[in-house]
């Protein structure tokens, strides 16, 4: 069965940086594309950053563009996203997704690991 697992989140000052990975079983890693989304406190999920299955093609949210980095190593069926220069406004709830493709990923029928807690303090 798919499993996909975020790890890296955490409680950080505005302006530090995290990384985030997520382990990906179950499934042929290096044919999905993989990304990010996150959930705002008392908001919709929203997309942040994702990569094509070869990695060649990376897209970001206009809010993370500049500070976050999108990666994948396919030899470890792990994908990572580097935060930097961290807002409160990044605050949220962080959930890695697998899809056929980064066009299909925002249709939010992937599939989607668990969440990992992203809080930024003024």
């Known amino acids: 069965q798919v499993q996909l697992v975020e790890s890296g989140g955490g409680s950080v000052q505005a302006g530090d940086s995290l990384r985030l990975s997520c382990a990906a079983s179950?499934?042929?890693?290096?044919?999905?594309?993989m990304g990010w989304f996150r959930r705002p406190p008392g908001k919709e999920r929203e997309f942040v950053a994702a990569?094509?299955?070869?990695?060649?093609?990376?897209y970001y949210a206009d809010s993370v563009k500049g500070r976050f980095t999108a990666s994948r190593d396919n030899a470890k069926n792990t994908v990572y996203l580097q935060m930097n220069s961290l807002k409160p406004e990044d605050t949220a709830v962080y959930y890695c997704?697998?899809?056929?493709?980064?066009?299909?990923?925002?249709?939010?029928?992937?599939?989607w690991g668990q969440g990992t807690q992203v809080t930024v303090s003024s």
């Open positions: 997704v697998a899809d056929v493709s980064v066009a299909n990923m925002l249709d939010l029928r992937g599939y």
């Open positions: 179950g499934l042929t890693f290096s044919s999905y594309a």
């Open positions: 990569n094509s299955y070869e990695g060649g093609e990376i």
